[in-house]
């Protein structure tokens, strides 16, 4: 199975701020690496999907990059709604694996 | 508007059965992939089970293989997840979500329904 390991597993950070969520993949994925932000009580919403292809109707201060096995995902201007959970997914291969997730918190 | 209904959640008994179900509208199901996936509490985002659109395709975690039975009824827009044997770390809530195909993401999710197993 394919290890998805991303760091940090939480961040507190201010509005505003630049934020970065890195995964890391055990093999080399291509670009099948999909992020979700998941807020409490609420169902995952996608964000970004095969790396850095932004999902219709997310902020464009969202951006994903990297290929093979290392990607981020970047906020390039933190606003009070994107404080949330934050997980990558790898769809290269089933079982169809997330990473632990990261906690954005606010300073 | 795409919508997804989670049902069939609730309380068993460790070793009992349940069968969740998940209503689709607002696309054309036969054509889509579909895929659960459960959240232990306080826990991540664990993926379960994916059927193909025809159901020629299906794929289960090893935590759940021989346990869980996936199907779906075309004709009636649901998905199913047939749970047997149920243990304590199975509780969970339980979403059931869309993708085009193998390889593609989870772009649409249900609300989930919460799944507890108790002794």
């Known amino acids: 199975d394919i290890q998805m390991t991303q760091s940090p597993s939480s961040l507190s950070a201010s509005v505003g701020d630049r934020v970065t969520i890195t995964c890391r993949a055990s093999?080399?994925?291509?670009?099948?690496l999909n992020w979700y932000q998941q807020k409490p009580g609420k169902a995952p919403k996608l964000l970004i999907y095969?790396?850095?292809s932004l999902q219709s109707g997310v902020p464009s201060r969202f951006s994903g990059s990297g290929s093979g096995t290392d990607f981020t995902l970047t906020i390039s201007s933190l606003q009070p709604e994107d404080f949330a959970s934050y997980y990558c997914?790898?769809?290269?291969?089933?079982?169809?694996?997330f990473g632990q997730g990261t906690k954005l918190e606010i300073k | 508007e795409v919508q997804l209904v989670e049902s069939g959640g609730g309380l068993v008994k460790r070793g009992g059965s349940l069968r969740l179900s998940c209503a689709a509208s607002?696309?054309?199901?036969?054509?889509?992939?579909m895929t659960w996936v459960r959240q232990a509490p306080g826990k991540g985002l664990d993926w379960v089970s994916s059927?193909?659109?025809?159901?020629?395709?299906?794929y289960y975690a090893d935590s759940v293989k021989g346990r869980f039975t996936i199907s779906r009824d075309n004709a009636k827009n649901s998905l199913y997840l047939q749970m047997n044997s149920l243990r304590d770390e199975d509780t969970a809530v339980y979403y059931c979500?869309?993708?085009?195909?193998?390889?593609?993401?989870?772009?649409?999710w249900g609300q989930g329904t919460l799944v507890t197993v108790s002794s």
């Open positions: 979500a869309r993708l085009y195909s193998s390889a593609s993401p989870l772009d649409y």
């Open positions: 607002g696309f054309t199901f036969s054509t889509y992939s």
């Open positions: 059927i193909s659109s025809s159901s020629t395709y299906i």
């Open positions: 093999q080399n994925i291509r670009s099948y």
């Open positions: 095969v790396a850095s």
């Open positions: 997914q790898q769809s290269f291969n089933t079982p169809y694996t």
